[in-house]
């Protein structure tokens, strides 16, 4: 049986909620969409982001957490990337994704380097996991 964009997404998002990672990070899980605006927390989204129908569906899920970043120190104010706790939720990402490489009928797969982005808007970085998925639909 195919399964829709957002029965993907329900599945990689109860995983992370069986996993390490829910008591790795300070915040919660989301699914694309429904993190506050305004959290501060270290929290993880999951997002969807493209899938081929076939008898093997393809695709990939995005999993990025975000940490707030922390005083300069120096120039009060002035917020820097929390680089310690950035490497430590990198390198648990990196366990995760190896851990599920097969779960139930999906095998998962890291698309690219897991790597940690600026996000200026909201004073925070978020680390990026894509994920690549393949289940057979019959």
Same mark, same amino acid.
């Given at each position: 049986?195919?399964?829709? %964009? /957002?029965? =993907?997404?329900?599945?990689?998002? &109860? =995983? ?5 990672? *829910?008591?790795?990070?300070? /915040?919660?899980?989301? *699914?694309? /969409?429904?993190? #506050? ?6 929290? @993880? ?8 129908? +076939?008898?093997?569906?393809? /695709?990939?899920?995005?999993?990025? %957490?975000?940490? #707030? ?5 120096? $120039? ?5 990337? $929390?680089?310690?706790?950035? !490497? !430590?939720?990198?390198? %648990?990402? $990196? ?11 999906? +095998? ?5 380097? @897991?790597?940690?982005? *600026? &996000? ?7 680390? +990026?996991?894509?994920? *690549? ?6």
């Amino acid at each position: 049986m195919k399964l829709t %964009a /957002g029965q =993907i997404e329900s599945k990689v998002y &109860e =995983i992370l909620s069986s996993s390490l990672l *829910k008591t790795t990070i300070g /915040g919660k899980i989301y *699914k694309e /969409g429904t993190r #506050p605006l305004d959290s501060k927390n270290e929290d @993880i989204v999951i997002s969807f982001v493209s899938g081929q129908d +076939n008898q093997i569906q393809t /695709g990939i899920v995005i999993v990025n %957490a975000y940490v #707030p970043d922390i005083d300069n120190g120096a $120039n009060k104010g002035v917020r820097i990337k $929390n680089v310690g706790r950035c !490497e !430590e939720l990198e390198e %648990a990402l $990196n366990t995760f994704s190896e851990s599920i490489s097969i779960y139930e009928d999906f +095998n998962f797969k890291t698309d690219k380097t @897991i790597q940690t982005y *600026k &996000e200026d808007n909201i004073q925070q970085h978020f680390i +990026n996991l894509r994920l *690549k998925y393949k289940r057979s639909t019959i």
